[in-house]
């Protein structure tokens, strides 16, 4: 019999929407130089026009405050990058204020801008990943130039209070970002409701392309481009314009904003019914992060006595792929940074599991996963000398 093929990784990225593949094919042929004035360059550039507007109908902002940019690692370093440059200026307003759980493109650039002597702070998050409000307040002052907060992890599925958050850094004159990479597709991410000032997303999370991303830049609010050259993007973001990817990515916002009800109502019906059936069948068992503010696809569970890697390499022997949420992709088998910023045991974070879900699967699928998980997890722990 032919082993069922099970991806449940949906949060690290998505495969594209037949709609979006079929989009990009005909966009190929759209060669021309979206800024030629010819009638070729004017092809592309219509074609490029019509997606921002799909992007900016998506997360209720104007066209014209879309900048396409290589994907979110690009957009988040271009929003601390605008904030830098104003430091080095002398702005007064001379800190950043992150959070602990962020996406590497942020706690990286964190630690790198540190070491030059930037002065940035990351709040911490309760146990659940959220960031507390009363907390936030304790580092918002004056001198805060940005507030740079995720709309919804990656490894955890938390949902951060934006709107919240966004009046609290506007009433000390600070800017607001949101990487909100995670969320799209999966709740409401509006930036006008909102207020933010910066948002960035990516293409490959939302069934779009890879490599294509986008950084929303409110009107009027403090901008430098990271990439210099020619005058693309209102001279925000320089390079030959990607049209295809471009094109991909709007079809993906177009799909989102239409499925946007029936997908997140679907994706959490996939999320309990696993959560409820491994807590049915596997004993001690512990669910991580906020049940009550969480992206409706994504399942995180910690297993005492069973590591992380074992679960996921036996499942992938299977057919079924999930991850660990820790660092192996880097090599080491470090835990989760986010789960030991919420204060998950260490024991714990080794243990842990990350189920994301997407548009294409099915309710067998977690039927099928729920048979192959629980012998895995008593071998793992019949093995573990912990
Ligand atoms: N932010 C978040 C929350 C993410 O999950 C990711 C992708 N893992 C990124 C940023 C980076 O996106 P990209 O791959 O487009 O650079």
Redesign the pocket.
């Known amino acids: 019999m032919e082993q069922k093929i099970i991806y449940l990784d949906n949060?690290?990225t998505t495969p594209m929407a037949q709609e979006v593949v079929d989009a990009i094919s005909e966009a190929n042929m759209l060669f021309g130089n979206a800024s030629s004035m010819h009638g070729f360059g004017r092809e592309a550039a219509f074609a490029i026009e019509q997606s921002r507007e799909k992007i900016a109908a998506l997360i209720e902002c104007n066209p014209d405050e879309v900048v396409f940019t290589s994907?979110?690692?690009?957009a988040?370093n271009t929003v601390f990058n605008i904030f830098r440059d104003a430091i080095d200026l002398g702005s007064k307003k001379n800190r950043i204020v992150t959070t602990v759980i962020e996406?590497p493109?942020i706690t990286e650039t964190v630690k790198f801008l540190r070491k030059r002597g930037y002065r940035i702070d990351e709040v911490p998050v309760d146990k659940t990943g959220r960031v507390e409000l009363e907390t936030l307040a304790t580092y918002l002052d004056e001198d805060v130039a940005l507030v740079s907060v995720?709309t919804g992890n990656?490894e955890i599925g938390t949902i951060q209070p934006i709107e919240e958050i966004t009046k609290m850094a506007h009433a000390v004159g600070a800017f607001m970002h949101t990487?909100a990479?995670?969320a799209i597709g999966k709740i409401p991410v509006l930036m006008k409701t909102w207020g933010v000032d910066y948002m960035?997303l990516?293409g490959?999370?939302f069934y779009g392309p890879k490599g294509i991303?986008v950084l929303a830049v409110k009107k009027k609010v403090p901008f430098e481009a990271f990439f210099h050259g020619g005058h693309q993007e209102g001279g925000k973001r320089a390079g030959t314009y990607n049209t295809p990817a471009i094109v991909g990515i709007g079809v993906a916002a177009e799909l989102a904003l239409q499925d946007l009800e029936t997908e997140r109502a679907r994706l959490w019906h996939l999320r309990e019914m696993l959560r409820k059936g491994i807590e049915e069948r596997i004993p001690n068992v512990v669910v991580n992060g906020n049940q009550e503010h969480c992206l409706p696809g994504t399942l995180d569970i910690s297993f005492p006595s069973a590591e992380g890697e074992s679960i996921l390499l036996y499942l992938d022997m299977e057919g079924i792929m999930v991850s660990t949420g820790s660092a192996c992709a880097s090599g080491s088998l470090e835990p989760s940074y986010v789960l030991l910023a919420a204060g998950v045991d260490i024991e714990l974070a080794h243990g842990s599991i990350r189920f994301s879900f997407g548009r294409y699967n099915t309710e067998d699928e977690v039927l099928h996963v729920l048979e192959k998980l629980p012998p895995i997890i008593k071998r793992l722990r019949g093995m573990s000398t912990r």
């Open positions: 949060n690290a994907g979110a690692s690009e988040n996406h493109s995720m990656n990487d990479t995670q960035s990516s490959h999370k991303g």
